[in-house]
């Protein structure tokens, strides 16, 4: 891969053996949390760094990280018990990077989580792990019951008054649990329904007491920022969006994996340099820039850089910069169908529009794909999915569902028009047909 | 109390309530599904958008239900962005739904179809296939589920949770797949089961009594009370052609029993259904008892009264004030102490409305001086008695039917729906029953419960307030045997 650039989140990683408590502190791990606690760097200090360092978040929609802690209430006015979660429920189609960092640098993650609680005063951090996610749960387990047998995790950690206990929870595998109140519900022993805000998780989170969820990649850049300043961290990046990012690719290329790059990095870069190209020598058709829920981009943006703003104003997200990358021979409307189907498959049933429009949209890809489409149906996939976003549900699963559907049409409409014109789908032989997915039911 | 302003004009509002309760208060017609005003508001269903603005920033369009009011707040319900999105989201909530209003017993109180009507378009959008589920689903011996019908509004599960306090229900499996359920399809329990019905804002959860009895435009409904306990729910008794009750629904009263009411007093309608009455009047003749009319059997009443001196005069505890007045004025006349039979407490005391008391009126009663007596106790002081006097619904049934129809020492005077077959029996007069008469009745709380008369009695049948009062006047003219 390339090293043009610097990096720091996944250098450890890299280290034969990273997981453990030895040798990850042979390399620096929770050297951070020990400059904290022996050099009483106050709670607010530590805020204040991470908002001078610009830090966002990593989790998809890119929130300013000192900010979102600072909305945890005064403890003096407010002494009730506080909570961390951390959404390690990484569950974004494409997505694959909190992965590696559960695996590879467990304790990295642990010392990025209670910094995060030590700046927020809360003494209990839930870890919430993806169901499927057996290895990295369980890399993280064990380094708990390290980092406890050492004095890193507990009462009077290193001899401190900073006491912190931390739990580890396994999901069952709903995607809606990665919406931090579907986590918190599902955290509480309840069905994973996202609450309606307000009120707030800052004031009104895990049983109802103050609560900031964090991702993974979010807490695991603190210490970093701690050891080496605000000004180094935002030597890297843009202006807007500072640090390094961990990229995951997929799709046609040559190289896929998850790679750590300053956010900037053009997406054309990304591709041919550090995943070596379109496979096959295939020509690029189209690429999600962060995940599923950001709508696609055509080849002709594939200079975008991957930052925040940039991708924004092509009418996309950055999400979690989980690039899925799709190749000439890709049918648009057959990629969409999966996406939908996806969606319809998670959707948590709460609200009317995303419950009865995840499934009406699925329905209405299926049918195109599998040459039953009407012209009519093109401008119905945009009037639905324009009634279910934006912000008219409880959570941003309905939108996450609409976004991706108004993007391919506006960038792709020919494509749809021509399935329903040939009545079936133009990247198939005539005659043949591709298996039908049966519905979510 | 906070000013806001809702469509153009101010108005003051509960700060505690939601934005929905403030529009519903003051005219705003704002549609709802899953808000319920005695549920916990959940914002799920999404159809209750309207545009707020506050402040400087920019209006917005907000659900209703989980939006706090705030002082200077700028409502309007009507603004077109508010509208799009109801009728955006009605489209999806129609998508699955059958539309099969024509057999569905909740057509003519169904909100979706209400509001559908008035918003909605004529055609929908979707050929795609609806949703094929469990079209009668049975959830115990009250409930039935049409899960095709189901909106998922939750309602349901929360009444359950919330007001009984016996969590039964949940919503079961993701998304589109989701259905109301419980647990492991085991039958609901408890005795608020019927709300579950009143609750549904569509035609999935229907009673079993009720179901393919009625087209609901076609019930008559009058306000009344439920007799059977003290705590006197406000209730509407429907009727299906000046005949048949065909059930009884809570009416809200914030004081008594705000949106609900349990099982027994609902299903208590099927009791007003009987096919067989006394009308008007029976008296004895050389045949037995026979037919005659009102002031006949009257005239023959006071004749047996002046005969015999020390009459017995029982009352029904179902009673009206008004007729509990007329009784206790006869009791006066004949020189009697009133009295009632008060039938034990039943098991169904709960903490939420039942008290247990099957007296509907025992506090109205006890005030006008009425002495409550045991069933046995009743029973024993008419049976020593040379004559007796028994007035009001269910007062035979309440002593014994059998047992009173075996006495043969006194001779007694009926005011009851039903006739006394027996010895004893000297005249029985017919009289209206409780969704046929007008009236009051006070509450273990001390709260009047009104009746109102939601079907005509039997033909020739008076009130019993008149014939008590005709009774009394005839002895007052003529004299009692002391």
């Not at chain 1, 964090?214 to 890297?236: C, D, H, Q, Y």
């Amino acid at each position: 891969m390339s090293t043009k650039y610097p990096t720091y989140l996944l250098d450890r990683a890299k280290i034969e053996g990273a997981h453990t408590l030895a040798v990850a502190q042979k390399h620096g791990a929770w050297e951070a949390l020990r400059k904290i606690l022996k050099d009483g760097i106050g709670f607010a200090q530590v805020i204040q760094l991470v908002k001078d360092s610009g830090l966002r978040g990593r989790g998809g929609a890119g929130f300013p990280t000192g900010m979102k802690w600072s909305f945890m209430p005064d403890p003096v006015k407010d002494p009730r018990p506080r909570y961390v979660a951390i959404n390690a429920d990484e569950s974004e189609p494409g997505t694959c990077k909190d992965r590696v960092i559960m695996e590879l640098d467990p304790h990295g993650f642990l010392e990025g989580a209670l910094i995060a609680a030590y700046a927020m005063r809360a003494q209990v951090v839930y870890v919430y792990v993806r169901g499927e996610y057996r290895l990295p749960y369980k890399r993280v387990a064990d380094a708990v019951a390290e980092a406890r047998k050492a004095g890193l995790i507990g009462k009077n950690i290193l001899g401190s008054d900073f006491s912190c206990e931390v739990y580890m929870h396994q999901g069952a595998g709903a995607y809606i649990c990665g919406e931090e109140t579907g986590l918190m519900e599902s955290l509480e022993g309840k069905r994973g329904h996202p609450r309606p805000k307000p009120p707030f998780p800052a004031m009104f989170g895990l049983w109802g007491q103050p609560t900031t969820v964090n991702n993974v990649e979010t807490v695991f850049n603190a210490p970093f920022i701690v050891l080496r300043g605000a000004e180094w961290f935002k030597s890297m990046g843009t202006k807007g969006s500072t640090g390094n990012l961990l990229v995951g690719v997929s799709g046609h290329v040559n190289k896929p994996g998850v790679y750590e790059l300053p956010f900037g990095v053009s997406c054309r870069e990304i591709l041919e340099d550090v995943c070596g190209g379109m496979w096959k020598h295939k020509q690029l058709k189209s690429f999600f820039p962060g995940g599923s829920s950001t709508g696609v981009l055509p080849a002709s943006l594939i200079d975008t850089p991957m930052e925040h703003d940039a991708i924004k104003n092509t009418g996309s997200m950055l999400g979690t910069a989980a690039m899925i990358v799709m190749d000439e021979d890709t049918c648009m409307v057959r990629a969409h169908e999966i996406v939908a189907r996806f969606y319809e498959h998670e959707s948590c049933g709460q609200c009317s529009q995303c419950r009865e429009g995840t499934q009406w949209l699925h329905q209405i890809f299926q049918r195109i794909e599998h040459g039953h489409g009407r012209l009519e149906d093109i401008d119905m996939l945009v009037t639905l999915s324009k009634g279910m976003a934006p912000g008219k549900t409880i959570c941003a699963l309905s939108d996450a569902a609409a976004i991706p559907t108004l993007a391919v049409i506006k960038h792709f409409r020919g494509e749809f028009e021509e399935h329903v014109k040939l009545a079936r789908c133009p990247f198939l032989p005539a005659g043949t047909q591709r298996p039908v997915f049966a519905g979510a039911h | 109390m906070t000013k806001i302003i809702l469509n153009g004009r101010e108005v003051d509002v509960d700060p505690k309530q939601p934005l929905i309760h403030a529009c519903h208060a003051h005219g705003a017609d704002v549609p709802m599904y899953c808000y319920h005003p005695g549920l916990t508001p959940v914002g799920s269903c999404r159809i209750c958008q309207v545009e707020v603005k506050q402040g400087e920033a920019p209006a917005r369009v907000v659900v209703a239900c989980r939006t706090p009011v705030a002082e200077g707040m700028i409502v309007e319900t009507e603004a077109p962005r508010a509208h799009e999105t109801r009728r955006e989201c009605l489209e999806f909530l129609l998508k699955n739904h059958p539309l099969d209003c024509p057999i569905c017993d909740k057509a003519g109180e169904c909100d979706l179809q209400d509001y559908a009507f008035a918003e909605g378009q004529g055609e929908g959008r979707s050929n795609e296939p609806r949703r094929k589920l469990d079209k009668r689903k049975s959830l115990g011996e009250v409930i039935v589920l049409d899960e095709e019908r189901c909106i998922l509004c939750s309602r349901c599960v929360r009444f359950m949770e919330e007001i009984p306090k016996t969590p039964q229900l949940t919503i079961a499996d993701l998304g589109s797949r989701s259905t109301i359920s419980t647990f492991m399809d085991q039958p609901l329990r408890g005795n608020y089961q019927g709300n579950l019905a009143d609750v549904c804002p569509v035609g999935a959860l229907t009673l079993k009594q009720f179901r393919f009895q009625a087209r609901v435009w076609n019930l008559k409904k009058s306000l009344s009370t439920c007799g059977e306990c003290s705590r006197g729910c406000a209730i509407s008794v429907e009727v299906l052609r000046n005949k048949d009750v065909k059930r009884f629904r809570p009416r809200y009263d914030p004081a008594v029993n705000q949106w609900w009411m349990c099982d027994s007093g609902r299903f208590s309608s099927a009791r007003h259904n009987a096919e067989e009455r006394l009308a008007p009047a029976a008296r004895r003749g050389a045949q037995g008892l026979e037919i005659c009319s009102v002031d006949e059997a009257l005239a023959q009443a006071a004749d047996t009264l002046r005969a015999r001196a020390n009459a017995v005069c029982i009352g029904s505890p179902f009673l009206t004030l008004e007729e509990a007045k007329a009784f206790a004025a006869l009791c006066g006349t004949l020189g009697a102490k009133p009295a009632f039979v008060s039938p034990p407490a039943t098991a169904l005391k709960d903490e939420l409305l039942n008290t247990g008391d099957p007296c509907p009126n025992r506090r109205g009663l006890l005030e006008l001086g009425f002495e409550a007596l045991e069933p046995a106790e009743a029973f024993a002081r008419l049976a020593a008695a040379a004559v007796g006097v028994l007035a009001g619904e269910r007062v035979i049934e309440l002593q014994g039917r059998g047992e009173l129809a075996a006495l043969e020492g006194p001779r007694l005077i009926c005011f009851d729906t039903h006739g006394l077959e027996g010895a004893g029996a000297d005249v029985c007069v017919g009289i209206p029953e409780q969704v046929e008469k007008s009236g009051s009745w006070v509450n273990l709380d001390g709260h009047v419960g009104k009746l109102t008369i939601a079907r005509a009695a039997p033909a020739g049948v008076e009130p019993l307030t008149r014939t008590l009062a005709s009774l009394a006047s005839l002895l007052a003219t003529s004299g009692v045997a002391r």
